[in-house]
């Protein structure tokens, strides 16, 4: 009779550990689409491949894209880990940041190890409209507002 117990626990704790880890990458969801910068020609790009998001900042001059930065948003060991490429840097390689708060429609990737960014923050300020902080040290940095594009 424990031992049907036990069982029982352990699958409910193994479904709920499921659940909560997809439930937790659907909270990025938010994410996907198409946002270009307030005032400028920059965009990020965001869909959903398998159980990762995946997007793209590029910019757009003389009507020509070029991507500056690939990033994938994932679980790993029951963390949701956002992580950029950035081209010229870091010999090419993702540097990881996990979500380590969310509070108040504040999402706070962060890497207290990596020289600059420390903290990739997007704050959901309405359905088409996200703030996005890029900080370093004493939470310094720079921001930007980005608006929902409609295809």
Do not use: C
Not at 10 to 35: P, R
Not at 56 to 64: A, H, L, P
Not at 91 to 114: M, R, Y
Not at 117 to 144: A, M, R, T, W
Request: charged share 25%.
């Amino acid at each position: 009779m424990n031992m049907i117990k036990l069982s029982i626990v352990l699958l409910m704790l193994t479904s709920h550990s499921v659940y909560s880890q997809h439930k937790d990458l659907q909270q990025v969801e938010f994410l996907l689409g198409t946002w270009k910068m307030e005032g400028k020609e920059s965009y990020e790009s965001w869909e959903k491949k398998n159980d990762i998001l995946t997007g793209v900042s590029y910019k757009i001059e003389n009507r020509q894209k070029t991507v500056s930065e690939k990033i994938e948003v994932k679980m790993v060991g029951g963390q949701i880990i956002y992580a950029p490429t950035v081209f010229d840097q870091n010999d090419g390689k993702a540097i990881p940041f996990k979500l380590e708060s969310l509070e108040q429609n504040l999402f706070s990737f962060e890497n207290p190890e990596h020289d600059f960014p420390k903290k990739i923050q997007y704050q959901i300020l309405s359905d088409n409209e996200l703030y996005v902080s890029v900080l370093g040290e004493k939470d310094e940095g720079f921001s930007y507002k980005l608006i929902r594009q409609v295809n």
